[in-house]
Nanobody, 116 residues
Framework: QVQLVESGGGLVQPGGSLRLSCAAS????????MGWYRQPPEKREQVAVL??????NYADSVKGRFTISRDNAKNTIYLQMNDLKPEDTAVYYC???????????WGQGTQVTVSS
C-alpha cells in the first residue's frame, strides 16, 4: 500500500505564498503521474499534475502562480503557490497514479486558507 503524506498548508493573507509537500512511500518513477487536487465545499478539482516524463498540466485558474516540482531523492513532490487568492482556499490533496491507470492513491489532505 502506498502512503502519501502532505504538509505545508496553513493560513496566509491574499498575495502571500505557501509551499505544499507530498512525500510518497514509493519512488516517483514507479508512478505514471503525481499531482495536486483541491476541494473547496464543491467537487474536487485538478490543480497541477506532473508526469514521469516531466510533462506538467495546470488548471487555468493557477497558471502563472503555481508551480509543481519534484525531488526524486526524497520521493516528494511540491506545489509552490504564489500570489494566493481567497478563491484558492480549499483542502489540497496529493494523488498518485500507477502505470496501469487503475492504481490510484490519495493523501489525507492539507487545508489552505487565504484570508485577510
Amino acid at each position: 500500500q502506498v502512503q502519501l503524506v502532505e504538509s505545508g498548508g496553513g493560513l496566509v493573507q491574499p498575495g502571500g505564498s505557501l509551499r505544499l509537500s507530498c512525500a510518497a512511500s514509493r519512488r516517483f518513477q514507479s508512478f505514471y503521474a503525481m499531482g495536486w487536487y483541491r476541494q473547496p465545499p464543491e467537487k474536487r478539482e485538478q490543480v497541477a499534475v506532473l508526469t514521469a516524463s516531466d510533462t506538467t498540466n495546470y488548471a487555468d485558474s493557477v497558471k502563472g502562480r503555481f508551480t509543481i516540482s519534484r525531488d526524486n531523492a526524497k520521493n516528494t513532490i511540491y506545489l509552490q503557490m504564489n500570489d494566493l487568492k481567497p478563491e484558492d482556499t480549499a483542502v489540497y490533496y496529493c494523488k498518485a497514479i500507477g502505470w496501469s491507470g487503475t492504481e490510484v492513491y490519495w493523501g489525507q489532505g492539507t487545508q489552505v486558507t487565504v484570508s485577510s
